[in-house]
């Protein structure tokens, strides 16, 4: 089984970049597609950005393109999301996940088969 771990967030104001980090334990997630996702109070889990096993292809929500920015750090097993201009409207607790097979960069949180616990990042205005 592979463990999951993000850390990074906190409270910022708008404008601000952070940085998550997601370390996975227990087994190596080289060749693992990964992802991040969030969940809002009151709403369902969505797709922030995805990148395969390499690294060499990401993909991501409409709503972060240009802002986020996922890259993986394969030495370290390691995957990293940075979050630039923050908004208020990113607010949520952000989820790092892996999926053990296949390879497209899915948005779909029922196809990926481990989890972090997460970490909750709050933005004000």
């Known amino acids: 089984q592979v463990q999951l771990v993000e850390s990074g967030g906190g409270l910022v104001l708008a404008g601000v970049s952070l940085r998550l980090s997601c370390a996975a334990s227990?087994?190596?997630?080289?060749?693992?597609?990964a992802s991040w996702f969030r969940q809002a109070p009151g709403k369902e889990r969505e797709f922030v950005a995805a990148?395969?096993?390499?690294?060499?292809?990401?993909s991501a929500a409409a709503s972060v393109l240009g802002r986020f920015t996922i890259y993986r750090d394969n030495g370290k097993n390691t995957v990293y999301l940075q979050m630039n201009s923050l908004k208020p409207e990113d607010t949520a607790v952000y989820y790092c996940?892996?999926?053990?097979?296949?390879?497209?960069?899915?948005?779909?949180?029922?196809?990926?088969?481990?989890w972090g616990q997460g970490t909750q990042v709050t933005v004000s205005s």
């Open positions: 990148i395969s096993w390499t690294g060499g292809s990401t």
């Open positions: 227990r087994r190596t997630i080289s060749n693992y597609v």
């Open positions: 996940a892996a999926r053990e097979t296949g390879r497209l960069l899915s948005s779909k949180p029922d196809e990926y088969d481990y």
